[in-house]
């Protein structure tokens, strides 16, 4: 089954309904496939043993009973309700514990309530398959998150200090004098909680460089000024063979 959730549910986990198209066991024949008042009988063609032996030389091929395909049991008169087939189809409805941490494709296993086997065969695992959208704020990066945070021209150059996001809140960033664009800060251990793991991932601020498109004349001068005084080629160390 699949199932879609929020972000902020996946990072956090939550409870949540889904109903599952499945079959459940017949109440009228018990799971057995025959009419009441019968019972499947051994199967005449392999004598119980659900597989037909075929010699060929010195060697022999085993395979499933073409009569019963495996059973050793044949129905003679099957159940008026499920056609012989021991189970009827049906939606069930269960609330899913969808751990912290849960990412796009997490499997969540959720024993004895998958599909009953045929015949009054016992149930199997459903398994749970999560969908989770992007964020507009946080990428996915394995078991940590990553968030581009713009830094101005004069936090840059200067230092700052900046508040961030955080997956519960808000905290306060200090940002080095003369950062450049792709320097990653982390906040260790404040990432989503590790799937199916112990502990935590981090955190990750990559600073980008918010400029301007166009430049008012005032900024423009004052552009100008700055260029005076931070004078030097940062290319110059290119051409030094």
């Known amino acids: 089954a699949e199932i879609s959730i929020s972000f902020h549910d996946a990072i956090h986990g939550a409870e949540v309904p889904i109903s599952v198209p499945t079959f459940e066991r017949c109440?009228?024949?018990?799971?057995?496939?025959?009419?009441?008042?019968?019972?499947?009988?051994?199967?005449?063609?392999?004598?119980?043993?659900?597989?037909?032996?075929?010699?060929?030389?010195?060697?022999?091929?085993?395979?499933?009973c073409s009569r019963c395909h495996g059973a050793g049991t044949v129905i003679e008169d099957p159940c008026p309700s499920c056609n012989g087939e021991g189970r009827k189809r049906t939606t069930k409805r269960?609330?899913?514990?969808?751990?912290?941490?849960a990412k796009e494709g997490s499997r969540i296993r959720l024993p004895g309530k998958g599909e009953p086997g045929r015949n009054g065969g016992t149930a199997g695992d459903l398994y749970v398959?999560?969908?989770?959208?992007?964020?507009?704020?946080?990428?996915?990066?394995?078991?940590?998150?990553?968030?581009?945070?713009?830094?101005?021209?004069?936090?840059?150059?200067?230092?700052?200090?900046?508040?961030?996001p955080t997956l519960d809140g808000r905290k306060t960033l200090k940002v080095p004098p003369g950062t450049s664009p792709g320097t990653v800060q982390r906040l260790r251990g404040l990432g989503p909680k590790r799937f199916g793991k112990a502990g935590h991932g981090?955190?990750?601020?990559?600073?980008?460089?918010?400029?301007?498109?166009?430049l008012t004349a005032e900024q423009e001068s004052a552009v100008d000024e700055l260029a005076k005084v931070l004078d030097g080629n940062p290319r110059a160390r290119l051409f030094v063979s």
Do not use: M, W
């Open 27 to 64: 109440n009228t024949c018990a799971g057995t496939g025959a009419k009441p008042g019968t019972a499947p009988t051994v199967c005449p063609r392999c004598q119980g043993r659900g597989i037909e032996s075929e010699g060929q030389g010195l060697f022999s091929i085993s395979q499933p």
């Open 94 to 101: 269960y609330r899913v514990n969808i751990p912290a941490g």
């Open 202 to 214: 981090d955190i990750h601020y990559r600073f980008t460089l918010d400029l301007p498109e166009r």
């Open 129 to 164: 398959v999560t969908h989770v959208p992007e964020s507009t704020v946080f990428a996915r990066k394995g078991d940590n998150v990553e968030v581009e945070v713009p830094l101005t021209l004069p936090e840059a150059l200067r230092g700052a200090n900046i508040e961030v």
